[in-house]
């Protein structure tokens, strides 16, 4: 799939021939990453860039590490897009054992390429593994393999304005274990895909539907990581609210049954007056990094932040709300519907979401100052 100089195939091919399978060596992997400003190769891949919703594009690579028992993560490797193998008795497979990550790189004018804050996804998930009694790659590693991903499946970011590259990191139990235990080993993948909007709503206002029947997450439990056994438990709620026309699901606390936690795979705001407020973080919710990047940017804006309780009737209540979440950016909210009534909320012009949105989307396509070192260009 390279489409690049002959040298530069050579060394690849050379490469894999070595080691008899699909990986690079790490010689090639670099010379496939330098090569870019020397060699060029195809710009774009040859798909609808016009109409990339959030479907699985398959693109050309991926990054492997894998962690022995009680070792660190070996360098990886980046190699062909494809399968894994996994043992039947994995810890991923029978115990849940799994983290996930998404992140993503933008295109923005002169072809330059961004990343926006992927310390933080490195952050989050060394957070998450050991809630799950899980080895890490250390955040320079992931980092490093994010950007290797990302470089290496160039030609697979969007153009400027028609979506980005989703890079999604994995860390998974891999090791056999038959008893309940932690497996005795990990593997840290790393894959792309072009995406567009992430609803298919595109960039309409959403109707959300408040379910208190199901609940995401309980104190205690591991709502507050982003383990893949968070995500199949609410498939349900989102199956049946999405038969009905809604576009995603609001959680309550499975306490009291009143207090809002977020989205399926979003974080949740509200708009009052001239106050924000969003749900505090207590270990039920995922603290996302767009999350906290809005409160940062909306700070900075002059506005006023409040990470607090959030009660449902207050949803019902606010002028304006929206969601913020790596593959949603920030998105108005058109109504919310609960207890069998429908809120509408303003949308169009001179939303504060819209007014945040804008900066964030400058500072991540290196338009607007970044004052807070969050951006990672690619080079
Ligand atoms: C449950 C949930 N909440 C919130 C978010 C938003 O987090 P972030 O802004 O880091 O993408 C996500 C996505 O990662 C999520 O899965």
Known sequence: MIRNTPRLRGLIQSSLSKVGARCLTAQAATALRESEPMFRYEEYADIDWNNLGFGLTRTDYMYTAKCKE?????????????????????????????????????????????????????????????????????????????????????????????????????????????????????????????????????????????????????????????????????????????????????YLDSVHKKYVEEASSCNMFLVKGNVISTPATVGTILEGITRKSIIDIARDSGYKVEERLVTVDELMEADEVFTTGTAVSIAAVGSITYNGQRKEYKTGDGLVSKDLYKTLVGIQLGKIEDKHNWVVQLD
Request: with cysteine; net charge positive; aromatic share 12%.
């Open 70 to 250: 009680n070792e660190s993560f070996q360098q990886g490797q980046l190699r062909d897009y494809g399968n894994v193998e996994l043992s039947p008795a994995a810890g991923v497979l029978n115990y849940g054992q799994g983290l996930f990550e998404g992140t993503k790189a933008y295109r923005g004018e002169n072809g330059r390429v961004f990343l926006f804050r992927p310390d933080q996804n490195a952050i989050r998930m060394q957070m998450g593994a050991e809630r799950m009694c899980m080895r890490s790659p250390s955040v320079q590693q992931f980092v490093d393999a994010v950007k290797q991903t990302a470089f290496a499946n160039k030609r697979w970011i969007p153009p400027p304005g028609k979506g980005s590259l989703y890079i999604r990191p994995l860390l998974i139990g891999t090791g056999p274990i038959l008893g309940l235990s932690p497996s005795p080993e990990y593997t840290f993948l790393v894959y792309a895909s072009p995406v567009g909007n992430y609803f298919k709503e595109g960039t309409a206002p959403l109707n959300l539907y408040v379910n208190d029947e199901f609940h995401r997450a309980t104190r205690g439990g591991a709502g507050g990581v982003k383990s893949i056994t968070n995500y199949a438990p609410v498939l349900q709620a989102i199956s049946k609210a999405k038969a009905q026309g809604f576009s995603d699901v609001i």
